[in-house]
């Protein structure tokens, strides 16, 4: 298990013309007792993983804490994987769960006002609606949504990233959260609303 210490992301240096083990092989002779095994697991879905934790952890410290966690629940519940979904559906499963945790250990909920914006978060405010989309610009967007949404409670806002960031549906966020799905439609309006405020409050000219 040694890919596991230090972890970082792994480059995957295979030639495109090697073909890339199958899942439930790997799987199978991970069980079997060839740890090895799971590491091409590792390589082939750490990048969504690692793009996933992103959402949840400022630092990337806290990323690959996340990542780490991520995967060594799944090696070490791997006899729990029947294989009646694709394994990147489990491990997916795995990990919003443990990014869920991570909000709920960290949580960081506060407000933002006007004065906690950046020049480029302002300068994006000052160009809403005008045809300026540079790279900049949506850089500083993205960084404010992070801001709003950690404004939300963990559960909002992990619902809030699995609908709008992770583009999941209400059902798959009902099977993931264990809410019903009338619960998860009704949080996620009042997050959207929370987040709407919090607009408003920045730049009331602008959200009316």
């Not at 013309?17 to 790997?26: A, G, I």
């Not at 994987?81 to 795995?94: I, K, V």
């Not at 919003?96 to 950046?118: G, I, M």
């Amino acid at each position: 298990m040694g890919f596991f210490v230090g972890f970082k992301e792994l480059s995957d240096n295979k030639s495109k013309f090697v073909p890339e083990p199958n899942d439930k092989d790997l799987i199978a002779e991970v069980l079997e007792g060839s740890a090895e095994s799971f590491e091409p697991l590792v390589v082939k879905y750490q990048s969504r993983i690692f793009a996933l934790a992103r959402r949840y952890a400022r630092r990337e410290d806290e990323v690959e804490d996340i990542v780490q966690t991520v995967f060594l629940k799944a090696y070490s519940k791997l006899s729990s994987y029947r294989g009646d979904a694709p394994f990147e559906h489990w491990l997916m499963r795995t990990a919003t769960y443990t990014c869920y945790d991570f909000l709920r250990k960290h949580q960081r909920n506060r407000e933002w006002n006007a004065s906690d914006l950046s020049e480029e978060e302002n300068d994006w405010f000052e160009n809403i609606g005008e045809e300026s989309t540079a790279e900049t610009n949506r850089e500083a967007a993205s960084t404010l949504v992070n801001k709003l949404l950690e404004g939300l409670k963990p559960e909002d806002r992990h619902i809030i990233t699995l609908l709008e960031l992770e583009h999941q549906t209400v059902k798959e966020i009902a099977e993931l959260t264990g809410l019903s799905e009338s619960n998860v439609k009704v949080k996620a309006h009042r997050a959207r609303e929370k987040m709407r405020s919090a607009l408003a409050r920045i730049a009331p000219e602008k959200y009316v």
